[in-house]
């Protein structure tokens, strides 16, 4: 498993931001992808996760705004940022695990890209 984040940025509180992660490598038949995310000096926490047939699970900070989403031929997930507050800058990884369980711990996820920052200015 490979995953890469990309589509960070700066912008400004109130706008939008969709970030995108892609496995290049080893796929599974049944697997979940999540996102975390690491503010300075905090520590990493979970902020949604997707599985088959698009079933989904966010943390309560961001449920409303922000939506998870999977193309399964591309091997991609997708976070889709909206109404984005200074609180949410922080650097945004994505994370693999084999199985159907939407964990949201960061021990749950074996595989883990190298993370895309996000800043949001007020």
């Known amino acids: 498993v490979q995953l890469q984040a990309f589509g960070g940025g700066l912008v400004q509180a109130g706008d939008s931001l969709r970030l995108s992660c892609v496995n290049s490598?080893?796929?599974?038949?049944?697997?979940?992808m999540a996102w975390f995310r690491q503010a300075p000096g905090k520590e990493r926490e979970f902020v949604a996760a997707?599985?088959?047939?698009?079933?989904?699970s966010y943390a309560d900070s961001v449920k409303g705004r922000f939506t998870v989403s999977r193309d399964h031929a591309k091997a991609a997930a997708y976070l889709q940022m909206n109404n984005l507050k200074p609180e949410d800058t922080a650097i945004y990884y994505c994370?693999?695990?084999?199985?159907?369980?939407?964990?949201?711990?960061?021990?749950?996820?074996?595989?883990w890209g190298q993370g895309t920052l996000v800043t949001v200015s007020s």
């Open positions: 994370a693999l695990r084999e199985g159907s369980i939407l964990y949201s711990t960061t021990e749950s996820y074996p595989y």
């Open positions: 490598g080893r796929t599974f038949s049944s697997y979940i």
């Open positions: 997707v599985k088959e047939r698009g079933i989904t």
